[in-house]
Nanobody
Framework: VQLQASGGGLVQAGGSLRLSCAAYGSIFSMNAMGWFRQAPGKEREFVAAISWTGATTSYSDSVKGRFTISRDNAKNTMYLHMKSLKPEDTAVYYC?????????????????WGQGTQVTVSS
């Protein structure tokens, strides 16, 4: 499985962006999917997760109410809709997929990673 993240860019505080994560290869092996981010000088952190059907989602406290994770299995694509962006959201955003069912919140629970896409929020 290969994941390709896109959609990052430079946006002003209060603005919006939509990230996409396209999956290629043996996608039938993917179940849980999620987004992580890594800001300069910081460790990579969990942002959001979604179950295979998309019926269940979970968010970190820092993005809850502002970000929405979704997936379109027919298109083999996951999304992260981000609104009301803040300078502290600036980071490289990574998408991830795992063979395990259910919600996954930790890096070690994911088997496949995208290359990351830069999001920069200016104040």
């Amino acid at each position: 499985v290969q994941l390709q993240a896109s959609g990052g860019g430079l946006v002003q505080a209060g603005g919006s962006l939509r990230l996409s994560c396209a999956a290629y290869g043996s996608i039938f092996s993917m179940n849980a999917m999620g987004w992580f981010r890594q800001a300069p000088g910081k460790e990579r952190e969990f942002v959001a997760a979604i179950s295979w059907t998309g019926a269940t989602t979970s968010y970190s406290d820092s993005v809850k109410g502002r970000f929405t994770i979704s997936r379109d299995n027919a298109k083999n694509t996951m999304y992260l809709h981000m609104k009301s962006l803040k300078p502290e959201d600036t980071a490289v955003y990574y998408c991830a997929a795992g063979r395990q069912y259910g919600m996954r919140y930790y890096e070690y629970e994911y088997d496949y990673w995208g290359q990351g896409t830069q999001v920069t929020v200016s104040s």
